[in-house]
């Protein structure tokens, strides 16, 4: 007892010195700080560092320039180039039919910000319901699996037409007749499927440690749920809600066999009208105008996430 | 030296991008300095022109639809477009079996390059627009556009295109209906583009379009064989005068375009052609006329 208490005694007192001495190491640190002055070679190799750096970058940049000219060269020395050009990339065309693909477009913009919501609301649910243990959920738990494999399995394309033309020849009371509303319902019901898989592999991700804690803390189940293990499932797993969202901007398209007139219908009636595939180019500008800076945007979660993770496994 | 090196790689993968690309074009036919001669050499079955030798390729869509194709099988003969390409080829020598049919869909028919095809035979309609891209040959058949709804819809009783105004009007894509459509009807509602007449006909009969608008044997086609309860209201000519022309279409320059237009001339003066309208498409000529 008295050796234990003791050896405390004496612990205490050389932790008290430690920080003492820390804190001055410390203020000598900032005082040695303030008039630092790096030494020449310090500054010769800083000097060497930013030469090379810079080097570096204008050879990457000339590098590519070669490599874009060599390519563009090569096009335009072709034989069938003045037909390509004149076929793909006839501006006086694109000026003409630019409008009104912007117009489809629009379509395009909204059937994607309406569908997104709808499918992160039903995703959640998909995967909650997955992942629950509730034995009295069985039967909503197989029906989740189910609907996930069915509508992950069955290609967009095909939902688009059953939704779009069978679910009106049903002839159902209240059934939504307008085009691109039964185009979005078949968008949902696909990207629903995906986005469930993508949430529940995040509530998969958050450690089993995270829920006995929160619980052990009081918290009940809901707060633990709401509180702790979906902000860490949600994070985890933005950047692929992302990828999936960068694709179903792009699938918005394939609503144009319903009949509306979206962007990249409003190019083929231009092209195929004038025989000129140029209106497809404005389409797909505008369509790759939207996905740039989402993918860009999701690259940059994925470089955080990723930062983070490092920071946390070198603690 | 590692300056030295990347220059080195750099120039080299530009010149191994460069060498690849001036070795790549294919050797191009020497089409153009014949079409000039459509001589009786370079109309018979061994024009050096054909896409193969002794074979004439045409090409069309599929599916292949009535009045134009019978069944989807445009090698039988039957239907209007079908009689007509083996009447083509009969002039120019070609016997029954010597006619090979390829499948080309429509947006890829204009593309550039050398086609693998002779000629392709589409109701495509020929417009001075389209033919920059393309040869069309004189045309075989001179199209008006119908409409065409439901017996009880509440259009059934129009009888001019000013009182079709207010309907959701369905059009085919890749046809001139749509542009005929807005340029005639002048719809408050934007046009539905379906892919094909089928999806059509589905949303006609589901009641998410009143009307449909396209070619006047094809309305007759859907309103005798694939609709229950249809109605043709009547025809109307498009862009003011200038009737509609369907040509049979082949690659740009190419060397047979004349030996075509040579063996239609002679299928026009013969009666050939009026015989075949008639047998394919006489159904279509009693339709009333829509007044704007």
């Not at chain 1, 190491?25 to 070679?41: F, G, L, N």
């Not at chain 2, 079709?164 to 583009?193: H, M, N, R, W």
């Not at chain 2, 052609?273 to 394919?280: G, H, I, M």
Request: with cysteine.
């Amino acid at each position: 007892m008295e050796h234990e208490t003791t050896a405390e005694l004496n612990q205490q007192a050389n932790q008290q010195a430690n920080d003492r001495a820390d804190k001055q190491d410390h203020e000598r640190d900032e005082r040695a700080d303030a008039d630092y002055r790096p030494s020449a070679r310090q500054q010769e190799r800083e000097r060497f560092r930013r030469a090379r750096k810079r080097r570096n970058s204008v050879i990457a940049a000339l590098c590519t320039l070669a490599g874009l000219l060599a390519v563009g060269a090569a096009a335009v020395a072709s034989p069938g180039w003045d037909r390509v050009h004149s076929l793909f990339l006839n501006g006086a065309e694109f000026r003409k039919t630019l409008p009104a693909i912007l117009d489809g477009f629009w379509l395009n913009i909204q059937m994607f910000l309406v569908a997104e919501v709808l499918i992160l609301a039903l995703g959640l649910l998909i995967a909650l319901v997955r992942v629950t243990r509730a034995p009295g959920l069985q039967p909503l738990r197989l029906a989740a699996t189910l609907y996930v494999d069915v509508f992950r399995g069955v290609p967009t394309l095909l939902l688009v037409f059953l939704v779009g033309f069978g679910l009106p020849a049903l002839q159902l009371q209240g059934t939504p007749s307008q085009p691109w509303v039964l185009g979005v319902i078949a968008l949902v019901l696909s990207y629903a499927a995906y986005v469930g898989e993508v949430f529940r592999a995040g509530l998969n991700s958050v450690h089993p440690a995270q829920r006995n804690a929160a619980r052990a803390l009081g918290l009940s189940e809901t707060q633990t749920l709401r509180r702790v293990v979906l902000p860490q499932a949600v994070r985890n797993v933005l950047p692929p809600l992302l990828n999936d969202f960068i694709a179903l901007q792009k699938d918005t398209a394939l609503v144009a066999v319903l009949g509306p007139l979206e962007a990249l219908r409003v190019a083929q009636i231009k092209a195929d009208y004038a025989f000129n595939y140029t209106p497809y180019l404005g389409a797909a500008l505008l369509f790759i105008a939207v996905t740039i800076p989402l993918t860009r945007y999701a690259d940059r979660l994925q470089r955080r996430s990723a930062l983070r993770t490092w920071a946390e496994a070198g603690q | 030296m590692s300056r030295a090196r990347t220059v080195v790689a750099a120039s080299l993968g530009a010149v191994v991008v460069l060498t690849a690309a001036a070795c790549a074009p294919q050797p191009q036919k020497s089409a153009t300095s014949a079409a000039s001669g459509a001589g009786s050499a370079a109309c018979s079955i061994n024009s050096p022109n054909l896409y193969k030798q002794g074979q004439l390729t045409v090409a069309t869509d599929s599916p292949a639809y009535a009045p134009w194709f019978d069944n989807n099988t445009p090698a039988d003969g039957k239907g209007f477009e079908s009689a007509v390409a083996y009447a083509v080829a009969g002039k120019l020598g070609f016997s029954q079996s010597q006619v090979k049919w390829v499948v080309e869909p429509f947006d890829n028919s204009y593309a550039p390059g050398a086609k693998t095809f002779d000629f392709d035979i589409n109701e495509i309609s020929n417009t001075p627009e389209r033919a920059k891209a393309v040869d069309f040959s004189t045309s075989y058949y001179t199209a008006s556009q119908a409409v065409l709804v439901l017996g009880k819809s509440k259009y059934a009783g129009a009888t001019s295109l000013s009182a079709l105004k207010d309907a959701k009007i369905g059009v085919q894509v890749a046809t001139t209906s749509y542009q005929a459509v807005i340029d005639e009807i002048k719809p408050t509602q934007q046009p539905s583009v379906f892919n094909t007449t089928n999806d059509e006909v589905n949303a006609l009969q589901n009641g998410q379009i009143d009307a449909v608008v396209t070619d006047l044997p094809t309305v007759f086609y859907l309103a005798g064989s694939e609709l229950q309860g249809g109605k043709i209201l009547g025809q109307f000519g498009y862009a003011g005068g200038t009737p509609e022309q369907f040509g049979l279409l082949l690659g740009k320059g190419s060397g047979l375009t004349a030996c075509v237009d040579q063996a239609l001339a002679g299928l026009k003066a013969d009666g050939t052609l009026d015989r075949l309208t008639s047998q394919w498409l006489a159904s279509s000529a009693n339709a009333p006329e829509l007044k704007p």
